[in-house]
């Protein structure tokens, strides 16, 4: 038997709440990673060496089948593939980028096998550049159904070490569809089921309306639209979505105070490196 954990890298208590509650019950490890950097949290999940596989979930992606995520399990291990996920471009994601890479907002990572080559040195020095047409070459065409960019290898810090598992291992990139809110990306296993909807925009689920209307405008307000997917997926499981007191709204306050007390000089220090390569590709 695999030893299985959930990991959720997590910003918003409350919507992780929401998002827990639909495989807390489900009878493995959940493990909450909060303040972790973009890639970081990868590099947590491989030190854990009481998980075999990791189940990554982020916590605006509210699982529907689960059975159909333990057979994804299955599929993975028995085939040999490091990683499951959906890519990051090509796919139904609001985005046009690398679809080597695939997103992590759901992932099922092959903790065992990939610790048989993995270093963060290996995942530093890899050159992706050097490899590009071979894995270009290799990737399942049937995934490119919109606006992709295989030219992309730094959109975000966890791309080389995404870039380096595709490189020395198999991916399993699985198909997904847009949800009729038309954003919501829709994961399906390989047989066409369902596995859970990715939200997207999260940071604005609890962000003041007037923050983001000053910030990113043409987002819009994301958070009667993300409730609407929780109430979906609960509607789909059959299950009774939680409902917080006055104690659990003054815990999300506290661990939101906190977040952001931590998050903000995170940001902060990745200044100097955004505007590094901001200039170099202005060269």
């Known amino acids: 038997m695999n030893r299985i954990k959930i990991f959720t890298r997590s910003f918003d208590l409350k919507l992780y709440r929401y998002?827990?509650?639909?495989?807390?019950?489900?009878?493995?490890?959940?493990?909450?990673?909060?303040?972790?950097?973009?890639?970081?949290?990868?590099?947590?999940m491989l030190k854990d060496e009481e998980?075999?596989?990791?189940?990554?979930?982020?916590?605006?992606?509210?699982?529907?089948?689960?059975?159909?995520?333990?057979?994804?399990?299955?599929?993975?291990?028995?085939g040999g593939y490091a990683n499951a996920g959906c890519p990051d471009g090509g796919g139904f994601c609001p985005r046009v980028a690398n679809p080597i890479v695939t997103n992590p907002f759901f992932n099922i990572l092959n903790l065992k096998l990939i610790r048989t080559a993995f270093s963060r040195k290996a995942v530093k020095e890899f050159n992706y550049l050097e490899h590009k047409e071979q894995m270009i070459s290799s990737f399942p065409k049937?995934?490119?159904?919109?606006?992709?960019?295989?030219?992309?290898?730094?959109?975000?810090?966890?791309?080389?070490?995404?870039?380096?598992?595709?490189?020395?291992?198999?991916?399993?990139?699985l198909p997904s569809q847009r949800h009729d809110d038309g954003t919501t990306?829709?994961?399906l296993d390989p047989e066409g089921n369902r596995i859970c909807m990715h939200s997207w925009f999260a940071r604005f689920?609890?962000?003041?309306?007037?923050?983001?209307?000053?910030?990113?405008?043409?987002?819009?307000?994301?958070?009667?639209?993300?409730?609407?997917?929780?109430?979906?997926?609960?509607?789909?499981?059959?299950?009774?979505?939680?409902?917080?007191?006055?104690?659990?709204?003054?815990?999300?306050?506290?661990?939101?105070?906190?977040?952001?007390?931590?998050?903000?000089?995170?940001?902060?220090?990745?200044?100097?490196?955004?505007?590094?390569?901001?200039?170099?590709?202005?060269?």
């Open 19 to 44: 998002s827990r509650g639909l495989y807390e019950t489900l009878g493995i490890p959940v493990v909450r990673l909060t303040d972790q950097s973009a890639d970081g949290y990868f590099y947590t």
């Open 205 to 283: 689920y609890t962000t003041p309306d007037w923050a983001v209307k000053f910030f990113e405008p043409q987002r819009g307000m994301q958070k009667a639209r993300i409730d609407a997917l929780i109430n979906e997926a609960y509607s789909i499981r059959g299950l009774e979505k939680p409902r917080f007191g006055f104690t659990d709204r003054l815990a999300f306050l506290g661990n939101k105070i906190i977040r952001w007390i931590i998050k903000v000089p995170q940001r902060i220090s990745r200044w100097p490196y955004k505007l590094r390569k901001k200039l170099s590709k202005n060269r």
């Open 142 to 173: 049937e995934r490119l159904e919109t606006r992709y960019d295989f030219g992309r290898d730094d959109q975000e810090p966890y791309y080389r070490f995404f870039l380096w598992m595709a490189f020395n291992f198999k991916t399993l990139y």
């Open 185 to 187: 990306t829709i994961l």
């Open 51 to 78: 998980c075999d596989v990791a189940i990554n979930i982020d916590e605006d992606a509210f699982i529907t089948d689960p059975d159909a995520m333990f057979r994804l399990v299955d599929y993975v291990v028995e």
